[in-house]
């Protein structure tokens, strides 16, 4: 008797759940790329750096048929770092990733209590770097893509598995002898996530809306 529209993910025997509503959860995994310092004619060359994420994960969800699409944003603490040596740097430098934002789109199929989905979007994140002299931290802006699958295990609770490219692009973090000091930032993130559906009358219900 239930034909008023989308539910919030539990147990239907009528079918599978459905995906529609507002969800929150927690996530975390980790994260391997590469850096590269670079200016006045010398380059560290890409350099491996690596590091683990965690955080929490919020987003929306429509659905009609077996297509899932909607929003989803995050942030992660996060200790990607990596120290280089050799010029430009004096004598030694570093960048760290404090923490990372995203703000996506996602599109998935829904495959009876499983979601398979691809996403794209903002990316944002605090990257510190400097030499033993000189350097700062920055907020930088770039883009994110990739791919993830979840699993609905219990009523409004399911589990995911994710992997997002992310690059933060250049900038301008410090001087060397007077040169500015361009770093570049690019990791790939594998990460795990439980999320709890709230069902897709929580705005409304929250807000009083009618």
């Known amino acids: ?79 990607l770092d990596r120290s280089l040596a050799g010029a430009p740097c004096s004598p030694t430098c570093s960048t760290d990733l404090r923490d990372l934002s995203t703000s996506r789109l996602r599109l998935g199929y829904a495959m ?21 002299v000189d350097g700062d931290k920055d907020t930088r802006f770039g883009w994110a893509l990739g791919a993830g699958v979840e699993w609905a295990f219990a009523p409004r609770w399911s589990l995911k598995a994710e992997y997002l490219h992310v690059d933060l692009g250049d900038g301008r973090h410090y001087s060397s002898g007077g040169t500015p000091i361009h770093v570049d930032f690019t990791a790939d993130i594998v990460r795990v996530g439980v999320n709890y559906n709230l069902g897709p009358d929580f705005w409304r219900n929250t807000l009083g809306w009618r």
């Open 112 to 132: 009876g209590n499983g979601l398979a989905y691809v996403t794209g979007g903002l990316a944002y994140g605090v990257v510190r770097a400097g030499d033993s």
């Open 1 to 79: 008797a239930d034909a008023g529209g989308p539910r919030s993910i539990k147990d239907d025997p009528y079918g599978a759940p459905s995906w529609a509503g507002f969800y929150v959860g927690i996530q975390g995994g980790y994260g391997w790329g590469d850096t590269e310092h670079s200016g006045g004619g010398f380059s560290t060359g890409a350099q491996d750096l690596s590091g683990g994420l965690f955080g929490v994960t919020w987003g929306t969800n429509w659905q009609r048929g077996n297509w899932v699409y909607g929003t989803e944003s995050d942030f992660s603490f996060s200790s």
